[in-house]
């Protein structure tokens, strides 16, 4: 396992669904900057974030726990998308690219922490 959050693919590919959150949302209603806007954009800021945070913890159990945190925000992401899509602040085929996005992130979340639980069950 690499020993900088830098170096995990799941962190890159967060970062980058982060960046594109915040340049979708650059569109929204003024309306919705301490509504949608602001909650679409911590959810997903947070999911690279608690990547980063988890692999910084000194245990395996505390990397998992920060990767469930991760997880959750991913999700409560989806959700807001679906939202701002119901309201038209996203088109159908921005939502498409930003949910194959989130897809990828959460394939490559459930990868590492499956590979967390193997070593860990193997007293690694």
């Not at 967060?14 to 309306?31: C, D, Q, S, V």
């Not at 911590?42 to 991760?70: C, Y």
């Not at 085929?93 to 897809?103: F, G, I, K, V």
């Amino acid at each position: 396992m690499s020993h900088n959050y830098k170096d995990l693919i799941v962190w890159q590919k967060a970062k980058m669904l982060a960046g594109n959150i915040y340049r979708t949302t650059e569109t929204f209603p003024r309306n919705e900057v301490y509504g949608l806007t602001s909650q679409l954009r911590r959810a997903a800021v947070s999911v690279a974030s608690n990547i980063a945070e988890g692999q910084g913890r000194l245990t395996k159990g505390e990397f998992q726990q920060f990767l469930g945190h991760s997880r959750g925000s991913l999700l409560e992401l989806e959700t807001q998308l679906s939202i701002a899509t119901e309201l038209r602040y996203i088109a159908p085929d921005e939502l498409a690219h930003l949910e194959a996005q989130t897809s990828e992130v959460m394939r490559l979340l459930n990868g590492l922490l499956a590979s967390l639980r193997v070593k860990q069950n193997r007293g690694s």
